[in-house]
Structure formats: C-alpha cells, structure tokens
C-alpha cells in the first residue's frame, strides 16, 4: 500500500544507470512504521518532486541518482489512523557530488520526531558522516509548480 507522496498522478522517479549516478541506499530503522522517499529535481526551490519509494519496517531500498551539487529528499512516515493519520517526516538537502550516500531514517517516540543520519562513501567500505544534512523548511501552500520549500 503506498501512502502520502504516491498519490494519483505523482511522478514517479526513474532509476539513473549512467557513469555519473551514485547509488543512494535509503533504511528504515523504525521498528513499526513504513516510510515513502521522493526525491527533487531542483534540489534548490524542491520543485519537481518525484516517488522513489515505500521502504517497509526495518528494511532498504536503493536506487541511483545523478551527482549534484546538493540532493535534497523528502522522507516521511504516516500511520493511518482510526479518524485521519499522524505522521512526521521532513525535507532534507545534504551534498551529493561524487561516491554513494546511506540514509537511516526512524521515528522512535510514535511519530512525534523523526530522525536521519548519512553516510558518504567513495567505496561502499569506508563510510564518513556527511558533513551538513540540512532539513529543510517546507510550504504549507504548495500549488502545482510551486516551490515545496524555502530557496536556498
């Protein structure tokens, strides 16, 4: 079931193959909720929002993207709930011009803070925390084409 970012008509983000795409790994470390993943294609205003994916309770999903100066991700949990649903979640940008990134997301006070740590690599064997992850402020109006946070 997939809830939030992939409603009826949302874009839906295509694997890059090329020489230039690192891969981003994206795990869900929340021990009783799934998450979605969209990813922007101006990390800048994040306009062009695009599904990735649902990343079930404890597991990964990856997928390749496009070196950039900096990519910016919208990571959320929803609980539905009996009369509506709860969540938390946010926008983060972090650097991404060269080697691979691994996200770790959770949620461990019942959806009232959510949580990322990153990771960067060159090699996929020695990993570094990435130095500025950056969460975003989003818009609470956002119509089609308009900017879904704060320019940087």
């Known amino acids: 079931m997939l809830v939030g970012c992939a409603a009826s008509g949302q874009s839906v983000f295509v694997d890059d193959g090329t020489s230039e795409a690192g891969l981003i790994e994206i795990a869900n470390a929340s021990p009783n909720y799934p998450l979605t993943v969209a990813i922007f294609d101006d990390s800048g205003e994040c306009r062009g929002m695009k599904y990735v994916a649902e990343v079930e309770k404890f597991d990964k999903k990856s997928f390749?993207?496009?070196?950039?100066?900096?990519?910016?991700?919208?990571?959320?949990?929803?609980?539905?709930q009996r009369g509506g649903?709860?969540?938390?979640?946010?926008?983060?940008?972090?650097?991404?011009?060269?080697?691979?990134?691994?996200?770790?997301?959770?949620?461990?006070?019942?959806?009232?803070?959510?949580l990322i740590r990153a990771g960067w690599s060159e090699d996929r064997k020695t990993w570094a925390p990435v130095p500025s992850v950056r969460k975003r402020i989003g818009r609470t109006s956002v119509l089609d084409g308009e900017p879904r946070c704060e320019t940087e």
């Open 64 to 80: 390749r993207a496009r070196h950039r100066k900096t990519l910016t991700l919208w990571i959320t949990y929803t609980a539905l």
């Open 85 to 114: 649903g709860k969540g938390c979640g946010g926008i983060y940008s972090l650097p991404f011009e060269s080697g691979d990134l691994r996200v770790v997301s959770e949620a461990p006070n019942a959806l009232r803070e959510c």
